[in-house]
C-alpha cells in the first residue's frame, strides 16, 4: 500500500491498514501523523501521541512535541504559544497523602511555613517521588499481579492535570515508562456528559477514533495499557469500593470491555483491575474526594506539594522573558508575607506573575503602588485584562455583572464547571466568549460530548463574584446576604468574604473603577457596617471552638479592607482575645499582630495549643509585650521560640505580669 494512497484518504484506510500492517508500513503511518500532530492538536485530537508511540513502531530518533497554549498580558498579543517543556516548572511531590487537615484551606495556610514544613518532613518523615515512579513496587502499599492503580491527589490549581500532560509528553517521547504501549487519558468532567450505558471500546473510540478495529489486539496485553483518569473530584457519580459492593456485586461486572455498562462501573472496574487486569491507572483528584477510594485496590499514594525552594524562581525565571523583572516580582513576593502565601500553588504564581510583571516593566515602574494584599492583587488582575481588552466587549460592566452572578451561584453550589445552558441563564451569548477579555477570565474546554467553561481558578471565580455585588444596578441590602453567608460552616464562603472586604479598600476598587464606573458606595458602607456589627458581637463574648475560628476569618476581612480608622474603632477597646487549641498559621499570626497593634492594651491573649511554633510567634514578637496575660503553653516553640519572648520581656513598654 503506497504512502500516496493513505495522503489521499487518510481516514478511510488507516483501520484497514493498521489491521495487515507490517513494521516498515507502520513507520510510515508513524510519519504520516507526526507531519499532522501540531494541527491534530490544535484542532483537539488529544491522544495522537498514544497511536504513534507503539512500542514497535517508534523511532527514538523522531521527536513528538506537545504545545501548551498560553493566555499573557504582559504583552498586546491575544495567545502565544509555547512548548510545553518550555514552560513547564517541576514540582515536588511525596510519596503519602497527608490528612485532608493539614491541606484544607490551601489559599491561606501557606507562606514560609508551608516551605520549611515541606523541607523539613521532606528530610525526615516524607519520601519524595518522581513521576516515573508511580508504578514502581518500591513505593507500593499493596501488591497486586492483576495491575497497579496509582492516586495522585492536589489542591485546585496544583497542577494535576498539567502534570498529567508532561506525564504523557515524556511517555510518547521515550523518556519514562517504555514498558507501556499505549496510553488513553481521560477526564471525569467528560465522563459526566455520557447518561447511558456504554462499553470502553466505544469510550476510546469517541476520543481515539483512529484506532478503529484494532482494540481487539490492543485488549490482548493489558500490561502494555495504562489509563489516566483525571479529576475524580468532579465525577457526578458516585462509587462503592467497599468489602461489602465487592461480595454483592455479579461476579462478571465489567469484565469485558466489549460489554456495556454504567461509566461508574467502568471506573470502578479499571481502577480494581476487574476490568483487562494486568493494565495500570493512575487516578488524580483533590483532596476533597480522597475518601471515596480509601477501600479502593491503590498500590500508591502521591500528593503534589507544589513548589519548594529554588522551583518558585524557576518558574518565574520561565514565566518573565525579562530576567530582571523575573528577579523584581520574586523579591517583592517574599517580602511580602500574604503574597508569599500563594507561591506554592503555580495557578498563584501564573496570577501573581500576570498582575506583578506590569509594576516592574522598564515602561510601567511603579513599585510605590504595587499591590500587598490578596484583593488587591485580584483586582490588578481584572484590571489588565480589562486594560488589555476591554474594548472588545460593549459593556464590560454588564458581562462582569452576569458572569459574576453566574461565578457567585457557583461557589454557593460549590460548582466549577458551567455549561452552554448557564451561560444562556445568565444572558451571557457564547460569542463573547470568543474575545480575548474572556479567553483571559473563563477557559474553554471542547470535549467530545459537551463544550465546557471553567474559570481559570477557584479564586477568580470567587472574586468576580465578590466583584458582582459591587455591580448591581439598585443594589438590595447586602447585609442579608452577607448574613446568610457567612452562617455557612463549610468555609466555601471564606475566600468570598474576603474579597468582599477587600473591595472596600480604594486601593482595591480605584484601578477597576478607571474602566468599569465607580463601584456603589451603598454597597461598601453596607459591608463596613456588617463587618462592624459581626467584629463587635464576636470579641464581645466568650467563644466555642466555631466562634474562634469566626473572628480569625473576619481579622482577615478586617486587613484585607486596609481601613485602619476601622480596625481602631472595633479593636482598639478590646482586651480578651482567646484562640486556645485553634491551628493558627504563620500568616494567621502575621494578621493577628496587625490587629493587636491596634489595640491600646491586651489584658489577656490565649494562644495554648495553637501549633504556632517558631515560625509563628516571630510575626507576633513585635506586639506581644502589648498583652498583661499571655497563654502560650504547647506549642512547641524550641529553644528559638523561647530567644523570641526574651525580646519581647526585654520591650521597655513591656506590660506582660503572668507568662505560661
Known sequence: MSCEKVMKDPDSIIIEFLTECKRYQLFRLTKFYQDRLEQAIEEGVDGVSSLLTYKKIFSGKEHLTKTLKVSTILIKEKEKI????????????????????????????????????????????????????LFYSSFSHRKSKSGSSAVMSGVPGIGKTTMVQKIVYDWATGKIYPEFQFVFSFKFRDLNAINCRISLRKLIM????????????????????????????????????????????????????????????????????????????????RPTALHLLEKAEISVWAEILGFVGDERKEYFSRFFEDQMVAAAVLKHVEENEILYTMCYNPSYCWILGMSLGPFFTAKDKKQQQVPKTITQLY??????????????????????????????????????????GDLIQYNLKPSQFLSGFMMELLERDDSVRNVFYTFSHLTIQEFVAALAQFLITNPKSIQNLLREVYSNNDGRFEIFLRFVAGLCSPQSALPLENILGPLHHQTTCEVIEWMKKTLVRLTGSGMAHVGKRSLLMMLHCLFESQNNALVQAIMGSVKILNFDELRLTPIDCAILSHVIGFCDSIKELTLRKCYIQCEGLQRLVPLLHKCHILRLGDNNLGDSGVRLLCEALKNRDCKIEILE
Not at 490528612?99 to 521532606?122: I, N, P, Q
Not at 493489558?222 to 465525577?235: A, K, R, S, T, Y
Not at 455583572?401 to 457567585?408: D, I, N, P, T, V
Open 379 to 420: 483586582s490588578y488582575y481584572i484590571y489588565n485584562i480589562l486594560k488589555n481588552h476591554g474594548r472588545e466587549i460593549e459593556d464590560p460592566r454588564d458581562v462582569l455583572l452576569k458572569l459574576g452572578e453566574m461565578a457567585f451561584t457557583g461557589v454557593s453550589e460549590k460548582k466549577i464547571v458551567f455549561r452552554i
Open 82 to 133: 509555547f512548548q510545553l517543556i518550555d514552560r513547564y516548572a517541576e514540582l515536588t511531590v511525596i510519596s503519602t497523602v497527608r490528612e485532608w487537615t493539614f491541606v484544607e484551606h490551601e489559599l491561606l495556610a501557606r507562606g514560609r511555613d508551608h516551605e520549611e514544613w515541606r523541607e523539613k518532613h521532606l528530610r525526615h518523615d516524607l519520601e519524595k517521588i518522581r513521576t516515573d515512579q
Open 206 to 285: 469517541d476520543q481515539y477514533p483512529y484506532f478503529g478495529s484494532v482494540l481487539g489486539e490492543v485488549w490482548m496485553n493489558p500490561e502494555g495499557l495504562l489509563f489516566i483518569l483525571d479529576g475524580l473530584d468532579e465525577f457526578k457519580d458516585s462509587i462503592d469500593f467497599s468489602e461489602s459492593q465487592r461480595n454483592t456485586e455479579p461476579p462478571l461486572i465489567c469484565m469485558d470491555p466489549e460489554c456495556c455498562f454504567e461509566v461508574s462501573d467502568i471506573v470502578y472496574g479499571l481502577i480494581q483491575h476487574k476490568l483487562l487486569p494486568g493494565c495500570s491507572v493512575l487516578v488524580t483528584s
